[in-house]
């Protein structure tokens, strides 16, 4: 599939339309949705609704936006009128959204035209795709192996050319990951910098929506769509869109990157191997390298493990079989709740909404919660005074390439640890990326991650255009 | 350091989320999110008197809007997709018991 920036251009020029772009998304969809499971729900109407709405515009000469006719995937726990949204849940099962989430609105204004819903684990809760109540995503690369997670549909959406973009949201890695895997670029942005509003809450204080795609232009180019201030959310941070595209030959001439020990400590020699290239290939580019050692944050898993199933306990509440979703009857209310709250929760939601209820309950909130919000603290001074070292950061993304169906399914703790790399930029509420670099075991892709502070957005796609460069990937 | 998981615990924690767990997932929950915990023990053990605690990443501020009136949700809208509507409300099985 082109580039959605190719796509945007030709759209514009009248070389194609809206309608025909939309149209071949539509047969790539149908080709291997079945084998893949990558979308829950294929919203062939409304996406055809939106192509010719973007070509009537074209042909009456009124503007269009950068992203004109390009196909996008949605994670299905982006809420979008009247089109079915389950966050991979079985408690959400027929429910129609009655609004926008702030980013469906945003890209519809740029012109793009949203395809459906991606597969996800059960509330974003999962590392895999293995935790959604519809089956697991397979990776287009290798079928017998995972996407990542938790946005993994909407990675293998891009990967397998069904669209050349897609949304997902990263609350401890859940875009940088599945892209790793994927063999694509994520991103998960300054917490703030794109509205939550119609994101379906996981951990309110770490999820923030971002962009799949095949290059990092595309990636920039979709991410100045959907960032800006939002009145709608109250953490949404008050300045307009960053300027990204612009960046993007910006280059890495004169910068300081840190490689950080604890960012790629442990992780398989083929990963290992591509982290130490990529470093080679930004000091070629004329950026200097420290070596860094930032002890706190391998504290970040266990204060992860604790702050956002604490969160999650408490946004899960609303399931409650009153307002929307499943009701189980009962005789009362109370069992009503919980027969309604047992059946629709799969085993990986139930296990983090007890592990927030008892890190939350008296007698251990002060051990556990009370300590985890220390700790946050601590990783937030340590990435300031690494990032006085130096300007950027560099590890890996995930500790192996994908792995195989099943896997870690039995050992919550291993799936954990496919996230040590990318939790800690979430405590912290700063941006990082993940970047194709080279290929591991059975050729499958590695990615590697670039950190950098709140709002170096710009500074992180321009070091991620030299890596793209130097992979031979434009 | 905190003693480690129980299975009453377990149950406890699970009747107050709302839940309710078979004998089998009570012992598989147990033992797993024994093993979380036993992980978290790395900063339960900490000593961070000192510390202030962060439960926000740049710190939130009150945030307020014009107080303005704005359009909403028709009432229609929000009570269809309920799983009982009735007289525009939502409508919920029995709350109380019967009267002494």
């Known amino acids: 599939m082109r580039s959605a920036a190719a796509i945007a251009n030709d759209v514009k020029s009248g070389a194609t339309s809206a309608e025909a772009e939309t149209r071949i998304s539509l047969e790539a969809i149908r080709a291997h949705n079945d084998k893949l499971n990558v979308f829950l729900f294929v919203d062939e109407v409304g996406a055809l609704e939106a192509a010719r709405r973007v070509d009537e515009r074209l042909s009456a000469g009124d503007a269009v936006g950068p992203l004109a006719g390009v196909p996008v995937a949605l994670k299905d726990n982006m809420c979008q009128r009247g089109v079915p949204t389950t966050a991979g849940s079985r408690i959400l099962e027929g429910w129609l959204p009655p609004y926008n989430a702030t980013v469906i609105d945003r890209v519809l204004a740029a012109g793009a035209v949203p395809m459906g819903k991606t597969n996800m684990d059960e509330f974003a809760m999962g590392s895999s795709t293995e935790t959604s109540a519809y089956g697991p995503t397979r990776n287009p690369l290798d079928p017998s192996r995972v996407p990542g997670g938790s946005s993994g549909g909407s990675a293998a959406a891009v990967a397998d050319d069904m669209t050349p973009i897609s949304l997902g949201s990263d609350t401890g890695g859940s875009i940088r990951q599945p892209a790793a895997l994927c063999g694509l670029v994520g991103v998960k942005p300054t917490y703030g910098l794109v509205s939550r509003y119609g994101l379906i809450a996981f951990a309110s204080s770490l999820d923030q929506i971002g962009p799949f795609a095949k290059n990092v232009t595309d990636a920039a180019l979709l991410l100045e769509v959907i960032s800006g201030h939002d009145p709608m959310d109250s953490t949404s941070l008050p300045e307009p869109s960053p300027s990204l595209v612009d960046h993007l030959d910006d280059g890495v001439a004169g910068k300081k990157i840190g490689l950080v020990r604890e960012l790629y400590e442990g992780a398989d020699d083929d990963v290992i191997a591509s982290v130490h290239r990529a470093v080679e290939a930004l000091r070629d580019a004329g950026a200097t390298i420290v070596e860094l050692s930032i002890p706190e944050l391998r504290l970040g898993l266990s204060a992860y493990y604790l702050i956002a199933p604490a969160e999650a306990s408490s946004n899960l509440a609303r399931y409650d079989g009153v307002r929307y979703g499943l009701r189980v009857n009962a005789d009362d209310v109370a069992a009503m709740n919980e027969a309604t709250r047992t059946a629709g929760f799969g085993a990986e939601v139930k296990r983090r909404i007890m592990l927030g209820t008892y890190a939350l309950s008296a007698g251990y909130y002060d051990a556990y919660y009370g300590q985890a919000l220390k700790v946050r603290t601590q990783m937030i001074d340590a990435f300031r ?54 290929t591991g075991e059975g050729g499958l892709p590695v990615g590697v991650q670039l950190l950098g502070p709140g709002r170096s957005e710009a500074q992180l796609f321009a070091a991620s255009r030299v890596l793209e460069v130097a992979d031979g990937r434009s | 350091m905190s003693p480690p998981l129980r299975r009453e615990d377990v149950a406890k924690v699970a009747n107050l989320a709302r839940l309710s767990l078979t004998d089998s997932e009570l012992n598989q929950f147990t033992e797993q999110l024994g093993q979380i915990l036993e992980h978290a023990n790395d900063i339960a053990a900490l000593n961070l008197e000192n510390v202030i605690p962060t439960a926000h990443p740049f710190g939130l501020i009150n945030v307020v809007r014009e107080d303005v009136l704005r359009e909403s949700l028709s009432r229609a809208a929000v009570l269809d997709m309920a799983p009982d509507a009735q007289d525009g409300r939502f409508a919920v099985p029995r709350i109380m018991g019967e009267a002494p």
Request: no cysteine; aromatic share 12%; glycine share 8%.
């Open chain 1, 385 to 438: 005074r690494a990032y006085q070292e130096a300007d950027l950061l560099i590890g890996a993304t995930a500790p192996s390439v994908a792995f195989k169906f099943g896997a870690k399914t039995d050992n919550p703790l291993a799936m954990y640890l496919s996230d040590v790399y990318t939790i800690p930029t979430n405590l912290a509420g700063d941006p990082a990326m993940s970047v194709p670099f080279g």
